[in-house]
Nanobody
Framework: QVQLVESGGGLVQAGGSLRLSCVAS????????MGWFRQAPGKEREFVGV????????FYQDSVKGRFTISRDNDKNTVYLQMNSLKPEDTAVYYC?????????????????????WGQGTQVTVSL
């Protein structure tokens, strides 16, 4: 069992930055690919990005490429989402999720249902 706790959300003006953190319980954090997803009011949950467990390579959805960066610190059981140049359309609840090893295909890792554990989410609001 893995528990995930996100933090770092808040209110920021457009063009600003935030860094979200997600701390995982358990001793096998390095075996998990860690994804970030978000859900805006009235919209479906969508994939933001992921960092693979086996090689640390990251993959992002097109709308956040060049603005968001995922990193991880396996010693601290923590994954980060650095968000720069924020836009009002980035407003959403952001969730981190953990997928236990297995497939490293991007086509799999971008699908929320493939993940084993989820955090409770943290609100990010970007104002004009």
């Amino acid at each position: 069992q893995v528990q995930l706790v996100e933090s770092g959300g808040g209110l920021v003006q457009a063009g600003g930055s935030l860094r979200l953190s997600c701390v995982a319980s358990g001793r096998t954090f390095s075996r998990y690919s860690m994804g970030w997803f978000r859900q805006a009011p009235g919209k479906e949950r969508e994939f933001v990005g992921v960092i693979r467990w086996n090689d640390g390579i990251t993959f992002y959805q097109d709308s956040v490429k060049g603005r968001f960066t995922i990193s991880r610190d396996n010693d601290k059981n923590t994954v980060y989402l650095q968000m720069n140049s924020l836009k009002p359309e980035d407003t959403a609840v952001y969730y981190c999720a953990a997928k236990d090893s297995g497939s490293w295909l991007w086509s799999v890792l971008r699908v929320g249902s493939q993940y084993d554990y989820w955090g409770q989410g943290t609100q990010v609001t970007v104002s004009l």
